[in-house]
């Protein structure tokens, strides 16, 4: 049995192969049925004269997404997907599709979530989770050739990475745990063994949140460096965001013109990106309009106005101290902020980068420990990393959807990932 995507190995022989029907068109005594296994779609031809009676018949009454096998003879076909076609010559039914619920018309949103399960199937869907899985890779691929060592960190923790009002809480034997909004806090802790690590993996927020940019369960890279301050963290986090964006130019690039992104926006993205500080921001939104004052956090809505000023994601970096993180380090020019950074994507994305650089002093670790009212004893181990050779590093955190969105030109991240969790929905 052959695959789709080996066709052009094997024209003018015999093959099988095994798919899904993607479309049936008859026109009077020939029929095209278009077959998706996978790696490709390829158009089997059928002409009644030249068929058993019980082929052809067999043929005319296929329904969406009935699970086949096909034997023809493939042929050149440059009007067809992949340049190449079957003269189909059998045809056996391996799994019917009576009434397939998703037909080619308008359904509604909640109707196509109700049915992820089978919405998977669609063209575009096919498209955006494929380049999801290209960056996924490259993200590896680019670790991985830097020497980066991958720490699998747990998804039941008993300490706070970021905001206590956005835990999902369980009981775990009688104590509270939480879902982890972030692996840092491990990685940072496997940093001394292997100098520079990441974490890669679910994460959870319990934001009461129905915007287009949020998921409650969200997939996120996390690399931590050792000896780098948090100018040397912005530079490292251009490099890997232009890094991805150009592996899913190289390899995904019929899946970014099916979605009719437009690459020419892509294209420009390369080192370096503006760089903009929190007061500066903050001055530039006023000047647009925002009601933000000095103190806040940029939302949504004002991280749009940013990017617009911009064809390059934009770093906004040290946020003051109250909006951000226990873990930041304080800036030593301006101890009212911490030397951290958020990375916005143009075209109004949002933030899909977030870093800092940490904390490695112990004292003031654990102050800020005391003024985030933060249970000392859930943070000993934490603090044993300040205790025993100290040193200064610095990380973030890539949010994989909201980069694939932006990447991809789509509007909202539940497209960005197989099953999506949002707070009203936990089906399929």
């Keep these: 049995m052959v695959l789709v995507k080996d066709l052009s190995r094997y024209e003018g022989a015999e093959v099988t192969l095994a798919g899904w029907v993607d479309q049936l068109r008859i026109h009077g005594k020939v029929a095209f049925v278009v077959v998706r296994d996978g790696t490709g779609y390829v158009q089997n031809v059928l002409v ?101 060592v991958r720490v699998d960190t747990p998804i039941l923790t008993g300490s706070i990475g970021e905001h206590a009002g956005t ?48 998921l409650t369960e969200f997939w996120m890279v996390e690399p931590e460096l050792a000896f780098v301050d948090s100018q040397g963290n912005m530079a490292f986090q251009e490099e890997f965001v ?7 130019l190289e390899r995904c690039r019929p899946e970014l013109e099916y979605l009719e992104r437009d690459l020419s926006r892509l294209e420009k993205v390369k080192p370096p990106f503006p760089r903009v500080s929190y007061t500066e921001a903050v001055a530039r939104l006023q000047e647009k309009g925002s009601r933000i004052q000095w103190g806040q956090d940029i939302g949504g809505a004002d991280e749009t106005l940013l990017s617009e000023d911009h064809d390059l994601p934009v770093f906004v970096y040290n946020y003051p101290t109250g909006v951000k993180a226990f873990y930041m380090k304080e800036n030593p020019q301006d101890p009212s902020t911490v030397l951290c950074d958020d990375l916005i994507a143009p075209e109004g994305y949002g933030e899909i980068i977030g870093g800092s650089q940490r904390e490695d002093d112990l004292d003031r670790l654990l102050a800020r420990i005391h003024e985030e009212d ?55």
């Design 242 to 248: 232009s890094y991805l964006v150009e592996r899913a």
């Design 48 to 148: 009644k004269k030249e068929l058993p009676g019980e082929v052809w018949d067999l043929a005319v009454s296929l329904s969406q997404e009935t699970c086949v096998e096909v034997t023809g003879v493939v042929r050149a076909e440059p009007r067809s997907p992949g340049g190449y076609e079957m003269g189909l010559a059998t045809l056996r039914v391996l799994g019917p599709s009576p009434e397939y619920p998703i037909q080619p018309k308008e359904h509604g949103v909640e109707f196509l979530l109700d049915h992820r399960h089978l919405w998977l199937r669609s063209s575009q869907q096919r498209a955006g989770l494929r380049v999801r899985s290209e960056v996924e890779q490259a993200i590896h691929d680019f670790l991985y050739e830097r020497d980066f």
């Design 374 to 428: 933060l249970p000392v004893e859930a943070y000993a181990w934490y603090l044993d990393l300040r205790r025993y050779g100290s040193f200064p590093h610095s990380g973030f955190g890539l949010g994989l959807e909201r980069t694939v969105a932006w990447i991809t030109g789509r509007r909202h991240i539940r497209e960005m990932i197989a099953f999506p969790r949002l707070i009203n929905r936990l089906y399929p």
């Design 167 to 214: 835990l999902f809480t369980t009981d775990y034997f009688g104590e509270d745990a939480y879902l982890a909004q972030t692996g840092q806090l491990y990685v940072e802790a496997a940093c001394p063994a292997f100098r520079n690590v990441y974490c890669f993996g679910p994460t959870f927020r319990a934001e009461k949140s129905k915007t287009r940019r949020h």
